[in-house]
T-cell receptor
Framework: GQSLEQPSEVTAVEGAIVQINCTYQ??????LSWYQQHDGGAPTFLSY??LDGLEETGRFSSFLSRSDSYGYLLLQELQMKDSASYFC??????????WGAGTKLIIKP | NAGVTQTPKFQVLKTGQSMTLQCAQD?????MYWYRQDPGMGLRLIYY???????DKGEVPNGYNVSRLNKREFSLRLESAAPSQTSVYFC?????????????FGPGTRLTVT
């Protein structure tokens, strides 16, 4: 079977750093993506990792370890607007994204 | 530049009725996708179109049909709606030539089947 595991909810304080983990088991692997979705909104792309290592884009970083079937999203200098759900998604083949159930990030002032 | 647009935004159907969800993108992307998202869950791929003239099944294609009308437009049809198809439907597009990479999403269609 195929599965992506990520925590259902994470709570952090404004200005802090938070890490959202994702482990996956899929029949194929072409890369790991992260998306952000605010309540009632559409998903928006954050990052894509095809190779092992850390990718940094502003306050957000994403890491991948293919040998461990593991990745994480790191959010720094948290702002209230970062309150949203975060999804990891694996390209099982070209074009076919398999999504995790999402992590709801709650930020407290 | 509107990005990805979807119509309608909301729809209520009775069991057995049919309808077509419309999607268009103005970014000249080759690939287009239809997903559904049930409450508290991630997205599931229904169908995708790698390029104009081609369509392929995704993870949950049963009960749906699609048409890639041209490079801009990709429609999703429910022939005989069932309550299990109550969901939020998202259309997406991507410029990536080999299918992986950033996907751009439309605002979604919230469908209720009674």
């Amino acid at each position: 079977g195929q599965s992506l595991e990520q925590p259902s909810e994470v709570t952090a304080v404004e200005g802090a750093i938070v890490q959202i983990n994702c482990t996956y088991q899929t029949s194929g692997f072409y890369g790991l993506s992260w998306y952000q979705q605010h309540d009632g909104g559409a998903p928006t792309f954050l990052s894509y990792n095809a190779l092992d290592g850390l990718e940094e884009t502003g306050r957000f970083s994403s890491f991948l370890s293919r040998s461990d079937s593991y990745g994480y999203l790191l959010l720094q200098e948290l702002q209230m607007k970062d309150s949203a759900s975060y999804f990891c998604a694996v390209y099982q083949s070209n074009y076919q994204l398999i999504w995790g159930a999402g992590t709801k990030l709650i930020i407290k002032p | 530049n509107a990005g990805v647009t979807q119509t309608p935004k909301f729809q209520v159907l009775k069991t057995g009725q049919s309808m077509t969800l419309q999607c268009a993108q103005d970014m000249n992307h080759n690939s287009m996708y239809w997903y559904r998202q049930d409450p508290g869950m991630g997205l599931r791929l229904i169908y995708y179109s790698a390029s104009e003239g081609t369509t392929d099944k995704g993870e949950v294609p049963n009960g749906y049909n699609v048409s890639r009308l041209n490079k801009r437009e990709f429609s999703l049809r429910l022939e005989s709606a069932a309550p299990s198809q109550t969901s939020v439907y998202f259309c997406a597009s991507s410029a990536a030539s080999v299918g992986v990479g950033e996907q751009y999403f439309g605002p979604g269609t919230r469908l209720t089947v009674t």
